[in-house]
């Protein structure tokens, strides 16, 4: 046996930490449900994982700081808010720890205004979600058309012409990306049911 290989190929004691501060724990909280939508939302419009999003916000240890410092120390809990449970990296929610033990703020509260971050984001997914909504409509109609097209032309020249030859192979391609694009909108859809406004929360008053 290579010992001197062996011995290197351990992990170091700086690597073993990075790989155990990503280590995927849970933790619950109580948020408002606009919010958790929120980060449900953006996750699937930006194809990431939602502990993705969860651990950009909180690993930000300066941010958490300066959130903090902007909220005030005796805030109510919010009776809107539900309890939800995430997936979050051990470094996420260590760093969380560290923020609100030395800060007055609550933990929900640092949470909800990290969140706010995300907004945004959100605004250009939503306003990029209703140009795509208007772009589907003229591509729904224009596929109409072209099936109409293809049908007067089986009816009046026959299945056995050339241009028919041509044009149904084209459509059948045009059929399958039109069932693509339309599974994406559909998708995107929970984006334009949250509304802007709702998201928007300031710091919580006394």
Request: proline share 3%; hydrophobic share 40%.
């Given at each position: 046996m290579?010992?001197?290989?062996?011995?290197?190929?351990?992990?170091?004691s700086?690597?073993?930490?990075?790989?155990?501060g990503?280590?995927?724990v849970?933790?619950?909280?109580?948020?408002?449900?606009?919010?958790?939508?929120?980060?449900?939302?953006?996750?699937?419009?930006?194809?990431?994982?939602?502990?993705?999003?969860?651990?950009?916000?909180?690993?930000?240890?300066?941010?958490?700081?300066?959130?903090?410092?902007?909220?005030?120390?005796?805030?109510?809990?919010?009776?809107?808010?539900?309890?939800?449970?995430?997936?979050?990296?051990?470094?996420?929610?260590?760093?969380?720890?560290?923020?609100?033990?030395?800060a007055?703020?609550?933990?929900n509260d640092?949470?909800?205004?990290?969140i706010?971050?995300?907004?945004?984001?959100?605004?250009?997914?939503?306003?990029?979600?209703?140009r795509?909504?208007?772009?589907?409509?003229?591509?729904?109609?224009?596929?109409?058309?072209?099936?109409?097209l293809?049908?007067e032309?089986?009816q009046?020249?026959?299945?056995?012409?050339?241009?028919?030859?041509?044009?149904?192979p084209?459509?059948?391609?045009?059929?399958?990306?039109?069932?693509?694009?339309?599974?994406?909108?559909?998708?995107?859809?929970?984006?334009?049911t949250?509304?802007?406004?709702?998201?928007?929360?300031?710091?919580?008053?006394h």
């Amino acid at each position: 046996m290579n010992i001197e290989k062996e011995r290197n190929s351990l992990p170091r004691s700086g690597n073993l930490n990075d790989l155990l501060g990503k280590k995927s724990v849970r933790a619950t909280f109580k948020l408002r449900p606009e919010a958790i939508e929120m980060l449900s939302i953006l996750a699937a419009q930006l194809g990431i994982k939602q502990k993705s999003l969860f651990d950009y916000l909180m690993e930000d240890e300066d941010a958490l700081h300066a959130i903090a410092q902007s909220l005030p120390s005796d805030t109510a809990e919010n009776d809107n808010r539900i309890q939800k449970t995430f997936v979050v990296s051990k470094r996420s929610l260590s760093t969380l720890e560290v923020v609100t033990k030395h800060a007055a703020a609550s933990r929900n509260d640092l949470i909800e205004q990290s969140i706010q971050r995300l907004l945004p984001v959100f605004e250009k997914e939503h306003e990029r979600q209703d140009r795509r909504e208007d772009a589907f409509n003229r591509i729904e109609n224009h596929f109409k058309q072209a099936n109409f097209l293809l049908g007067e032309i089986e009816q009046k020249i026959g299945k056995d012409d050339i241009l028919y030859s041509l044009l149904e192979p084209v459509m059948a391609q045009y059929a399958k990306a039109f069932a693509d694009i339309k599974k994406w909108v559909e998708k995107g859809k929970r984006i334009s049911t949250l509304s802007v406004d709702a998201l928007k929360q300031g710091p919580p008053e006394h």
